[in-house]
C-alpha cells in the first residue's frame, strides 16, 4: 500500500518566521503535487514537481523533490497570515492513474 | 468554462437511503476521480476512471459504485447509506495527453451526513 506521511500535521508560527513542510512516500514515483485547501474549500494546485531534484517557487512558498529519497519539502519564507491553510502533498504512481494524498499540514501564522 | 461541477453542496441522508453524487467537467478530461475528506484528515480516493467505460477502485471502494457512460459525467453512487459514509467528497479531474504532468482539478465538494 502507497504511504504518503507529512509532518508536522499542525503548524503555528510568527508572521515573519521561515518553516518547512516535509512530505515522504513510500513508493518510486517522479511526480509530486502541492495543493493549498483553505477552511471549507476546495483544494488549488500549488506545485506540481516532475523530476529529481525539480524546485518550483511561487512568492514565499518553495517546493523541492528529492526521488531518491522519495522526499519533498515546502519551505516557508517570512510567513504572512493569508498562508494560513491546509497543505497537502500527493503522489501519482508511475502508471499516472492513480493519486494519493499525504495527511495534510494545518498551519496557522499569528501576527 | 465552468471546470469541475459537483451537486448538490450539501446533503442529509438518513441510514439506508441511497443517492448519487453528481460530478461533469468540461475540459475533456480522460481521468476523473472520487474522494472523500473526513473531518481533519487527509483524501482518500473512492473510485477513479481512466477514460468513457473504464472504472476501477481506489483505496476505500466499499459501499460506493461508479459509472462513466461519458466523458464529461463520473457519477458516484451511495447506495444503503452508513454513519461512516458522512464526509465531503470531491470529485476531481486531470487532463488527457500528458497525464503524468497534470495536477488534479477539484469540484467545490458536496458535504453528506448521514444519521
Known amino acids: 500500500e502507497l504511504k504518503v506521511e507529512q509532518n508536522p500535521l499542525f503548524l503555528s508560527m510568527q508572521e515573519g518566521k521561515n518553516y518547512t513542510i516535509y512530505c515522504n512516500y513510500s513508493?518510486?514515483?517522479?511526480?509530486l503535487y502541492w495543493y493549498r485547501q483553505d477552511p471549507g474549500k476546495s483544494l488549488e494546485s500549488l506545485f506540481v514537481?516532475?523530476?529529481?531534484?525539480a524546485v518550483k517557487q511561487e512568492g514565499r512558498l518553495m517546493a523541492s523533490l528529492d526521488t531518491k529519497a522519495r522526499l519533498s519539502t515546502l519551505h516557508i519564507t517570512a510567513a504572512v497570515h493569508d498562508l494560513s491553510a491546509t497543505y497537502f502533498c500527493?503522489?501519482?504512481?508511475?502508471?499516472?492513474?492513480?493519486?494519493?494524498f499525504g495527511t495534510g499540514t494545518s498551519l496557522t501564522v499569528i501576527p | 468554462n465552468a471546470g469541475v461541477t459537483q451537486t448538490p453542496k450539501f446533503r442529509i441522508l438518513k441510514i439506508g437511503q441511497s443517492m448519487t453524487l453528481q460530478c461533469t467537467q468540461d475540459?475533456?478530461?480522460?481521468?476523473m476521480y472520487w474522494y472523500r475528506q473526513d473531518p481533519g484528515m487527509g483524501l482518500k480516493l473512492i473510485y477513479y476512471?481512466?477514460?468513457?467505460?473504464?472504472?476501477d477502485k481506489g483505496e476505500v471502494p466499499n459501499g460506493y459504485n461508479v459509472s462513466r457512460s461519458t466523458t464529461e459525467d463520473f457519477p458516484l453512487r451511495l447506495e444503503l447509506a452508513a454513519p461512516s459514509q458522512t464526509s465531503v467528497y470531491f470529485c476531481?479531474?486531470?487532463?488527457?495527453?500528458?497525464?503524468?504532468?497534470?495536477?488534479?482539478?477539484f469540484g467545490n465538494g458536496t458535504r453528506l451526513t448521514v444519521t
Open positions: 476531481a479531474s486531470r487532463g488527457k495527453g500528458q497525464p503524468y504532468i497534470s495536477p488534479l482539478h
Open positions: 513508493t518510486t514515483s517522479d511526480r
Open positions: 514537481l516532475l523530476s529529481n531534484g
Open positions: 500527493a503522489v501519482d504512481k508511475n502508471t499516472g492513474n492513480q493519486f494519493y
Open positions: 475540459m475533456n478530461h480522460n481521468y
Open positions: 476512471s481512466v477514460g468513457a467505460g473504464i472504472t
